[in-house]
């Protein structure tokens, strides 16, 4: 074989581990990756035991279970990482790295402790920390959910502050969402950024 088509020959696509403090616009980017991939890409859908909030999805948006249900699938081993967060418990199946190849991507929507966990057990896959512009800004978006109540609220403001900590301690790539257009093409880059690694084989 040719030693150019032999080096470059098609690898998995990147692992990417989107994490962030609720509010900060994860997810948005997340789905917009995903459908600017398309078939080149997959988006990995979360188990969770939490209850569907507005016009969520089973099946699209999450996996939605109860405890008995994701504890059955603890004792399995089937999750690539869990994590409980907010009173709820969350989890990436591991079907979802196994379907990396043939793909320029697999997007894990993940909190910062899943992310460290999934890194444990795939280091080469890439963690990137999505931050608000400023705590202002995340709690005005909080606020402008209409979902929760001033006590969660709260405690989210409160957990935000130990994730963006632990986050910019710990993940590969940081990306401020001030402009959600620079912002995706900032995660954009760091995808074809990531495509371009001479893994080893």
């Not at 690898?11 to 994490?19: A, K, R, W």
């Not at 894990?108 to 999934?118: A, K, R, S, T």
């Not at 931050?131 to 800004?137: A, R």
């Amino acid at each position: 074989m040719d030693p150019i088509q032999e080096a470059l020959r098609p690898h998995p696509g990147v692992l990417l581990i989107l994490s962030a403090p609720s509010g900060a616009g994860k997810t948005t980017l997340a789905r917009r990756l995903g459908a600017e991939l398309g078939e080149d890409g997959l988006f990995s859908v979360s188990y969770t035991t939490r209850q569907p909030r507005g016009a969520e999805r089973d099946g699209v948006d999450y996996h939605f279970v109860d405890r008995a249900a994701f504890q059955t699938m603890i004792d399995a081993g089937d999750f690539l990482e869990w994590a409980e967060v907010h009173g709820n418990f969350y989890g990436t199946h591991r079907s979802y790295a196994e379907a990396a190849a043939g793909k320029k991507a697999v997007i894990f929507d993940i909190d910062v402790q899943g992310g460290e966990q999934f890194k444990a057990r795939h280091p080469e896959a890439v963690s990137v920390f999505i931050l608000p512009p400023s705590m202002e800004e995340l709690e005005r978006r909080l606020r402008s959910r209409g979902t929760d109540s001033d006590e969660v609220i709260a405690r989210r403001l409160a957990a935000a502050h130990r994730e963006i900590e632990r986050g910019m301690q710990c993940y590969d790539c940081a990306i401020v969402n001030d402009d959600l257009d620079r912002a995706y093409d900032d995660l954009s880059a760091v995808v074809r950024a990531s495509n371009l690694r001479l893994l080893s084989r």
